[in-house]
């Protein structure tokens, strides 16, 4: 197979180094190891790839079983179905042997892709690749480029492993993911690598709540900084730091000088164009916000969180019709409650109501723990009653669940926010606790045009 950049199979254009796809000047939306599995067989040039051939080079061995790689050529099968609704399927089974591409791939001359229009096309994910798309895009790593590509082979799957367990998304995968790290910076201790490394999972597992602020918080800033001590402008270290700047300290500006430093050195670094825009968003620069979470979606557009910023964004920006679109893309990809709500307020503008009814069974599925289902289920009924008697008693299961869930308190600001009972909803958001809600993030309520009238 020719080593051109860019080629065509099918009417697609693939480019090779990027991984993107496009149809007729649209972005075909791709989760990272489908993009990853299509390149392997564009690479085959209509060869048979073994299934055994495929999990070796998607994942670090023994990382996961056969039923993600199942999964993975699922997603790219409807990646493409949805980009081409009716068409044969491009890519083919061969019994157990493996899986091909089946139209011919032929290089093409241009040394520079067109600027790309894109469309948003929904995957619908099994709950194991659901968690999965939330992670950042697994490494890659380009010879001669990057410092990842530089590490020593044991480093390497280290880093590997490490990140495959970081994209699960558990507290327990996370803390297995920060072993693995640690071996990497064994391995390489002249690496900022593997610090960096560190200090991302930390900062993910501050998220998770799985360590105490006051600890994980100091671990995690030590470790960034360890890695720029390495390399001074290395791209996710000071992402890292510029999240703790931003969430620890509030010092925005600091924080946003410390991302724009993160993407002038590599421009293709998503997660720093996402943590840029969250800054750019609390600080209600909403067209700024906007750009940025559109060239993080430009760079991975399969990215479930990289969607629900943009979207969210769009929706502060009163762009409605592209919030709903964009929120539905995410939530297609993963069902998470903070874009299933905001996709939720997002119909309840446009006036929609059997979408606003589907979103809130969505996100009231999304409820791991009873209470949580149980108050979500309160405020369904509550935003369906028809009568006073109706909501009044679903007032007052959602106030009783609150006595012991933040989210059913949150739930119960906006049910209060709705009837104009704004002392009440004010004194909830005043809480404490107010910020641990799954719902929405606390830092936006000020702009939000639900809550701008409660938080002057």
């Known amino acids: 197979m020719t080593e051109q950049r860019f080629v065509r199979f099918d009417g697609y254009r693939f480019d090779r180094q990027t991984k993107l796809l496009t149809l007729d000047g649209r972005v075909v939306a791709l989760q990272s190891k489908a993009a990853d599995a299509l390149s392997i067989l564009v690479d085959a040039g209509g060869e048979i790839v073994s299934k055994e051939a495929l999990r070796e080079l998607l994942w670090p061995p023994d990382a996961v079983d056969e039923g993600s790689l199942y999964q993975t050529i699922y997603l790219l099968r409807r990646a493409l179905s949805a980009a081409k609704p ?53 490494p890659r790593f380009i010879p001669g480029e990057s410092p990842e590509a530089k590490l020593s082979p044991a480093a390497r799957r280290s880093h590997a492993i490490g990140h495959t367990l970081l994209a699960q998304r558990t507290v327990e995968s996370i803390s297995k993911s920060i072993g693995y790290f640690k071996a990497v910076v064994e391995a390489d201790p002249q690496s900022a690598v593997g610090y960096a490394d560190l200090g991302g999972a930390y900062t993910i597992l501050l998220g998770y709540r799985g360590i105490d602020e006051k600890k994980g918080f100091p671990i995690a800033e ?42 002038e050195r590599d421009p293709r670094f998503g997660p720093a164009w996402e943590s840029l825009g969250i800054v750019d968003l609390a600080r209600d620069r909403l067209q700024k916000a906007q750009n940025e979470f559109g060239r993080a979606v430009e760079l991975n557009p399969g990215m479930a969180p990289y969607l629900m910023w943009q979207g969210i964004a769009q929706y502060y920006a009163a762009n409605f019709s592209a919030a709903a679109a964009t929120l539905r893309a995410s939530t297609d990809i993963a069902a998470q409650p903070i874009a299933l709500y905001y996709l939720l307020l997002t119909y309840e503008v446009e006036g929609d109501v059997k979408a606003e009814k589907e979103t809130l069974g969505r996100l009231q599925r999304t409820a791991t723990q ?29 106030r009783r669940i609150a006595k012991r869930d933040a989210d059913a308190r949150f739930l119960l600001a906006v049910s209060y926010g709705l009837l104009r009972r704004d002392r009440e909803a004010l004194a909830l958001l005043r809480r404490r606790d107010a910020r641990d809600v799954a719902f929405i993030d606390y830092r936006f309520l000020p702009i939000d045009p639900h809550f701008k009238r409660l938080m002057r």
């Open 86 to 138: 009716g068409c044969v399927m491009p890519i083919e089974t061969v019994g157990r042997a493996g899986y091909r591409l089946v139209p011919r791939v032929e290089p093409e001359t241009i040394t520079e892709p067109p600027r790309a229009r894109i469309a948003l096309y929904p995957v619908v994910a099994a709950a194991l690749l659901a968690l999965v798309v939330l992670a950042a895009s697994a």
């Open 370 to 398: 009873k209470a949580k289902l149980d108050a979500v289920g309160a405020f369904v009924d509550f935003k369906a009653a028809r009568s006073e008697v109706q909501r009044a008693r679903s007032l007052s299961e959602i």
């Open 222 to 263: 030590r470790y960034a900084r360890q890695a720029l001590a390495r390399d001074p402008t290395y791209p996710p270290a000071l992402t890292t730091l510029g999240f703790i700047l931003f969430e620890r300290d509030g010092a925005d500006e600091a924080a946003a000088q410390m991302l724009r430093r993160a993407v």
